[in-house]
């Protein structure tokens, strides 16, 4: 009897019978935790110039935009210590000047063509700079590119420092192309220099020791000297381009 209350029970709802036991459950599969946010990099603060920069001590880790250090301004990163800019070597100028100058200023007149000025504490103890500079000689008198560095009450006439004199070894060029470089030597006022007179021949290009103090603005000028008694305006000494780097 049993047997056939079972054949007569319909299918479906034997089925349901049968699922409907205390089998249990699989548990829920673990919730993974969230992923913790990606690390923000340090906001980059823009100051109106290097003048107004905080205090390296009180900005470890921080980064700030220095808009007048710099051809087009420069990111510069607090070590806790000082700041040190974010690119290495950095250009702090580059320039295409086209400055000239003729005989007609006058026999042996010294000329400042174009300048560059590098704010104060911009250079570190152990910084240095690169600098370059294209000259090109038309017509036939004097060769005689100058650059010189001058800072607090000096200019390129008076109390400057040469860093590179011709002294007329460029009788015969077209165009010179001249690298000057100075090294801080662990002091803000104490410096290296090469070459400091002859661009080729007589002297060794030796190196040349200086006091040009980076905690003041330093200036570098680039002039060209009429080393003749021509007064022809035909004579013409022009300064193409220059550059100016900052080897932190």
């Not at 051809?71 to 990163?77: E, I, K």
Request: proline fraction near 8%; glycine fraction near 10%.
């Amino acid at each position: 009897m049993r047997r056939k209350l079972l054949l007569g029970v319909p299918f479906g709802i034997a089925a349901l019978q049968g699922c409907s036991g205390a089998s249990a459950s699989p548990a829920p599969l673990p919730t993974p935790a969230p992923s913790p946010p990606a690390a923000s990099p340090a906001p980059v603060g823009v100051i109106g110039g290097w003048a107004a920069r905080p205090a390296a001590a009180a900005s470890a880790g921080l980064a700030i935009f220095v808009p007048d250090v710099g051809a087009g301004g420069s990111l510069w990163f607090s070590n806790g210590n000082a700041w040190v800019p974010a690119s290495n070597p950095l250009t702090l100028a580059h320039k295409f000047s086209n400055a000239r100058m003729d005989a007609s200023v006058g026999a042996f007149a010294d000329v400042l063509l174009d300048s560059f000025t590098i704010p104060a504490y911009v250079l570190g103890p152990a910084s240095g700079l690169r600098i370059t500079a294209a000259y090109s000689f038309p017509g036939t008198g004097s060769r005689t590119p100058e650059i010189r560095a001058y800072f607090g009450v000096g200019s390129y006439a008076v109390s400057s420092t040469p860093l590179f004199d011709s002294r007329g070894q460029f009788s015969a060029q077209a165009t010179v192309l001249l690298n000057i470089t100075l090294q801080n030597q662990n002091s803000m006022s104490a410096n290296q220099i090469r070459p400091i007179d002859y661009g080729f021949g007589a002297s060794g290009n030796a190196f040349t020791a200086s006091t040009i103090d980076f905690t003041q603005d330093v200036t570098i000028g680039f002039g060209a000297l009429n080393n003749s008694a021509s007064v022809s305006s035909a004579d013409v000494q022009v300064l193409e381009w220059f550059s100016v780097e900052m080897l932190a």
